[in-house]
């Protein structure tokens, strides 16, 4: 990391009045939730996050698809906050006027205190059948423990919809799949009007949330970037703090609150 930069980039943030903070799977990485690009494991390896996430996937083998799903539900259970879900949370609390906005299918940031984030990709936890009418669905967690866990790489056959018999699928946002239009809404309004927007280990790639920092960007918000990793998003960021949510996001947010 830049020694200078952080310096500003916590001047900045100490000192904002509005800030949004988007987040991607980086986020949750140092917890041990695999980022979405990087190569699935074991016997996952074999498929194609891009290719599973996709309605068409899961209409041709349900039982692939939400296999997989629940194999990450599983997971996300198992799973505690890290320190830069924690820093994220003090900022809020620093700051009251915060809007943090997720692309994340987890719950790790509210397990870590935050509000109310907003879930532009939906939830692993929100599953619903596949009709128009979208009904939601209950069902058992699965048992805790990684022994009892769906295995990797194994098939499940998707639970049928109590009021319609539909299948039930996860109720998450796939490619070609509109975003929640008032989660959306509120995510963009906010970017117009921050001072600061934060973006944290997200590849920049993925649209309409890829727009977020530029609408702040464009719209004269300061944006700060903290990833490992170069991104498009390089391009519009301020500052660019390299290093992982778990290195930057800590230091900067008591160098902030000094
Ligand atoms: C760390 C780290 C550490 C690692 N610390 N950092 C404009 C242009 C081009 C295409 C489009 C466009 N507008 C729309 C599109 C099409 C498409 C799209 O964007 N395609 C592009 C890929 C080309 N978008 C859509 O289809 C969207 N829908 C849509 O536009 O609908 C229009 C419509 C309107 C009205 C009616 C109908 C339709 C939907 C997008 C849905 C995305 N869904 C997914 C799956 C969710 C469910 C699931 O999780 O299974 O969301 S795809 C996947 O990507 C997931 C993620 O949320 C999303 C973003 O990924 P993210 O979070 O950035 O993760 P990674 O893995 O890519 O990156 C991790 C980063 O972390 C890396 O940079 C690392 O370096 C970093 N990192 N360790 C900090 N410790």
Known sequence: MDSVLPHRAAQLLGAARRVVILTGAGISAESGVPTFRDDLTGLWA?????????AEAFHAEPDLVWGWYEWRRARVRRAEPN???LAIATIESRTPDTTVITQNVDDLHERA????AIHLHGSLFTPHCVTAAAHPAT???PPDGEAAEPHEGGRISPPRCASCQALVRPG??????ALPEAALTTAAEAATTCDVLLTIGTSGVVYPAAEIPRIAASS?????QVNPQPTPLDQIAAINLRGTATQV????????WR
Do not use: K, N, Y
Request: no cysteine; proline share 5%.
């Open 46 to 54: 074999r498929f194609d996050a891009q290719q599973l996430a996709t």
């Open 83 to 85: 320190s830069g879900h």
């Open 113 to 116: 205190g935050t509000r109310a």
């Open 139 to 141: 069902f058992p967690d």
């Open 172 to 177: 998450v946002v796939w490619f070609g799949e």
């Open 220 to 224: 004269g918000a300061t944006v700060i």
């Open 249 to 256: 996001l800590p230091t900067l947010v008591a160098a902030a």
